[in-house]
């Protein structure tokens, strides 16, 4: 057990600790530098790159066609239920029951398939870009460099809310940017 925590750790830091720290190398001067250059503040920066981020969310669901895949499955889905129904037609109570059974059962199988496979399309679409991106904006904006934990201070209030961090101020304008970008889809489905 020894020798595979030692090889677990030997592939862990030693290729991909090495490869995440030099992507992050990579998207700091694609991303940051040039910001910084721009004379962006802190705060505009990681508002910025929220917005790149969903915006690459949205990327994503239209590569994955997540629309698509779920209108074809509602269809296909009312279809089998309403063949499903028509199974009330059979007089036999017993046989009745039995295809019942069987077609309800082949409609729970598919469902749990289709939502299983949805909510892993909405975990690489929102969750990993969101989780991976904060790794490295934690780690580009830390503290240290930032010299306080916030990248937002607020004066002494009530509510003992000292400031905003870049997690906090990434997630309120990664979500403004999703609840924006939903309506603008929304619409665009109205009109077409």
């Known amino acids: 057990m020894a020798e595979l925590n030692n090889l677990l750790d030997k592939i862990y830091y030693g290729t991909i600790v090495p490869l995440f720290a030099l992507g992050g190398r990579i998207l700091y001067f694609i991303f940051i530098q040039p910001?910084?250059?721009l004379g962006f503040s802190v705060t505009l920066q990681v508002c910025?790159?929220?917005?790149?981020?969903?915006?690459?969310?949205?990327?994503?669901?239209?590569l994955l066609r997540v629309d698509e895949k779920t209108r074809s499955f509602?269809?296909?889905?009312?279809?089998?239920?309403?063949?499903?129904?028509?199974l009330?037609?059979?007089?036999?109570?017993?046989?009745?029951?039995?295809?019942?059974?069987?077609?309800?059962?082949?409609?729970?199988?598919?469902?749990?398939?289709f939502l299983a496979h949805h909510y892993a399309r909405y975990?690489?679409?929102?969750?990993?870009p969101i989780f991976m991106t904060l790794a490295w904006l934690n780690q580009v904006y830390s503290a240290t460099v930032l010299g306080s934990p916030f990248v937002i201070t607020i004066p002494a209030n009530y509510f003992g809310i000292q400031g905003l961090s870049v997690t906090f101020l990434f997630l309120l304008?990664?979500?403004?940017?999703l609840i924006?970008?939903?309506?603008?889809?929304?619409?665009?489905?109205?009109?077409?």
Not at 48 to 62: E, G, N
Not at 74 to 86: D, I, L, M, V
Not at 180 to 192: P, V, W
């Open 74 to 86: 509602n269809a296909r889905f009312a279809r089998k239920r309403e063949q499903q129904q028509a």
């Open 48 to 62: 910025v790159l929220a917005v790149l981020i969903a915006l690459c969310s949205f990327a994503l669901r239209h």
């Open 123 to 128: 975990v690489i679409i929102y969750m990993l």
């Open 173 to 177: 304008t990664y979500v403004i940017c």
């Open 88 to 113: 009330q037609l059979i007089t036999d109570k017993y046989s009745r029951e039995a295809l019942y059974r069987i077609t309800d059962e082949d409609l729970n199988a598919q469902y749990n398939y």
């Open 180 to 192: 924006i970008g939903f309506r603008f889809l929304k619409k665009k489905r109205h009109l077409t």
């Open 35 to 37: 910001m910084v250059r």
